[in-house]
């Protein structure tokens, strides 16, 4: 079975067949009118909703129970942990899915070595650190993460790594169990009054801050992105880096590792902190620079430090880090309790499996997340923007070069009411795949244009009145090229197409300068011609002699008798023969095939 551009926004060349409502086109009996049969389905364009073979999931660390159960049942499900980077390439070519936690490096050459199948990498956790988001991307590869069900576990463990560390805790419980019995060594320091600078106030960060304040704590965060009334809300200032980090008793560190915080506490930020700060890190490693936090613990800036992550996981034995006395460490527990487990595993299977159907994920990390409900609404407009980028490309000369497209939308919405990242990203996919053997999707499409030097910009043409529908029309240009069909050229120089959904099915309504109207459901031949009777019957007639089923014409005129482009659907591709016949005809003065 053919798969059409238009099936799903992330269409891989994988085993996984998807079926488009153009491909589904040729199995009906010829009596049922395409029309009825497209307006009676329900089921959405991005569905995968025929497949030869299951996809399969590769597993590569432990995962809930509840979470394996749910891939099993749309999935062929390999569970295969501790894979050495050179197995884990070697298995990944034969995998559509993967799914990591934090042990696994999903790097460039994981992506490389899939051959194009990966499509969905699955973070059953928060921290995207360990995936190259920037291959990913690349590859059309979409990420995804399971963001919320640790929240509370990463902020208990925080809570217990705080307490545990102002009552020297595992330090007690190693000298008791070595015989000894040390009750002046470890008096430990009370945290009632004390300052917590919590350090990146999102999910985590907000929940230890609440749970800090009922012990007591006066606690303050610093977080450059996060709104100062959800702070004020549970009673914490937001202040500045440098307010935060040298005015806390202890801090808790609950940031991204991101090139920004790379390393953010380092030497010099340690040199700013009160002398016998307290450090608990519960986020990344990385965030800290581990030899300036010994320089720190030695010389007495930093008395104490609990630390869940480490920049190398497992550290090397020799960790000077590790081995500090006044450090305590656990090893990358934060989302390890029963219940954020079973919980991460359900939202990651949840997310992959319909990233996997060609949903589009809420937690997608590298593309536009769209509200299942604006998906709904646009899910035409979607396919009317592939339908003309497929169009205007193949209205281009050979040997001109499409680099500047302009997407002009008209639409009753105000803009902050439409979300047009989904349909640019379809007319790049219907620009780019018919002469290229890329293939576009929702994750990669800005990429790959910018790759190939098209620049793609976009204008809104505000409407008066309310808006029943998201767009009135959608037009796309291409600039300085020639056309093989000189009629699509418009009077400002551009290949221009326009389109608009009628009845919920896309239409074409201008070619060049010349109103149309047909529906974008098979193929189109567009014919110029001199305005004159008979013309119809005769290109039909052409047509039928070769069983080529006509679904719509339509013809666009300047003035009776003068010129008039005429749009013909055809359901199946004409013969060669055909064509020329139809470029015989006396009055045609050029036409083109184009393959939709
Ligand atoms: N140890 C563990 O097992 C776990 C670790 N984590 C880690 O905890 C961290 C936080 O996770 P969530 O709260 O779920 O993420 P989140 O995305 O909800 O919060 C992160 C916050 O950091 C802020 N931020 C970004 N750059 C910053 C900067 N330069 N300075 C201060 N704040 C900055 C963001 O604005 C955001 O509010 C992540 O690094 C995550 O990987 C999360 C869960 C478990
Ligand atoms: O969710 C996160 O960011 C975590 O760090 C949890 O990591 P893990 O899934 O336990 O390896």
Request: hydrophobic share 40%.
């Given at each position: 079975m053919a798969t059409s551009p238009s099936s799903s926004l992330l269409q891989s060349r994988s085993p996984i067949k998807l079926t488009s409502l153009s491909s589904l086109r040729w199995k009906l009996p010829v009596s049922v009118s395409l029309r009825q049969h497209q307006l009676r389905r329900?089921?959405?364009?991005?569905?995968?909703?025929?497949?030869d073979a299951k996809p399969t999931v590769l597993v590569a660390e432990k995962l809930g129970q509840a979470g394996l159960d749910l891939l099993k049942d749309f999935a062929n499900v390999d569970c295969s942990y501790n894979l050495s980077p050179e197995e884990l390439c070697t298995k990944i070519s034969l995998c559509d899915a993967l799914i990591v936690r934090s042990g696994t490096k999903v790097s460039r050459e994981v992506f490389e070595s899939s051959g194009g199948r990966l499509k969905v990498v699955g973070r059953a956790g928060v921290g995207i650190d360990n995936v190259d988001l920037g291959a990913a991307t690349e590859y059309g590869c979409l990420v995804v993460n399971a963001p919320t069900a640790n929240t509370v576990a990463a902020a208990e463990h925080g809570i217990a790594l705080l307490t545990a560390m102002a009552r020297n805790v595992a330090q007690a419980d190693a000298s008791i169990k070595a015989g000894k019995w040390q009750r002046n060594k470890y008096v430990g320091v009370s945290l009632v009054g004390k300052t917590l600078a919590v350090m990146g106030f999102g999910k985590v960060g907000t929940e230890v801050a609440r749970r800090a304040k009922g012990l007591g704590m006066h606690v303050i965060a610093h977080d450059p992105y996060a709104p100062a009334d959800r702070a004020h809300a549970i009673g914490v200032d937001l202040v500045s880096f440098d307010e935060a980090i040298s005015t806390a008793d202890f801090l808790s560190l609950h940031m991204p590792l991101t090139p920004a915080t790379s390393k953010i506490l380092n030497d010099e930020n340690f040199a700013k902190m009160k002398k016998g700060v307290r450090i608990v890190n519960v986020a990344r490693g990385g965030v800290i620079d581990e030899d300036a936090l010994v320089r720190a613990l030695d010389a007495g800036i930093v008395a104490q430090a609990a630390l869940d992550?480490?920049?190398?996981?497992?550290?090397?034995?020799?960790?000077k880090l590790v081995q500090h006395e006044n450090v305590t460490v656990t090893?990358?527990?934060?989302?390890?309790t029963l219940e954020a487990q079973e919980g991460v595993a359900i939202e990651i299977a949840e997310a992959v499996v319909g990233a996997l159907r060609g949903e589009l994920a809420?937690?997608?990390?590298?593309?536009p997340m769209v509200p299942a409900e604006v998906l709904t609404e646009l899910k035409p407009y979607v396919t009317l923007s592939e339908k003309l980028g497929r169009l205007a490309v193949q209205l281009v000369a050979g040997g001109s070069g499409v680099k500047s497209v302009k997407v002009t939308y008209t639409s009753a919405r105000a803009p902050d009411d439409l979300d047009t990242r989904l349909l640019r990203a379809m007319v790049t996919k219907g620009l780019i795949e018919p002469i290229s053997s890329v293939f576009v999707n929702l994750v990669n499409a800005d990429f790959t244009a910018k790759q190939r030097g098209i620049r793609i910009s976009e204008e809104r043409v505000i409407l008066d009145g309310?808006?029943?529908?998201?767009?009135?029309s959608i037009q796309v240009q291409i600039a300085n090229v020639e056309s093989k069909f000189a009629s699509a050229i418009s009077e400002s120089g551009e290949i221009t197409v326009e389109g608009r959904v009628k009845d919920g099915i896309p239409h074409l309504t201008k070619v060049g300068a010349f109103d149309v109207d047909v529906s974008l459901e098979g193929n189109i031949i567009l014919c110029r011609q001199v305005d004159q009777p008979g013309m119809i019957g005769t290109v039909g007639s052409i047509l039928g002699e070769e069983n080529v089923n006509v679904s719509f014409m339509s013809v666009g005129r300047i003035a009776p008798r003068k010129q008039a482009v005429m749009a013909i659907g055809v359901d199946e591709q004409p013969s060669k023969s055909v064509l020329t016949k139809i470029g015989e005809i006396p009055a045609i003065e050029e036409f083109v095939f184009l393959d939709l």
């Open positions: 329900a089921s959405p364009v991005f569905v995968v909703v025929s497949m992550v480490l920049t190398v996981e497992p550290p090397p034995k020799d960790n090893p990358h527990l934060g989302a390890s809420a937690t997608a990390v590298n593309a309310s808006p029943e529908s998201p767009l009135e």
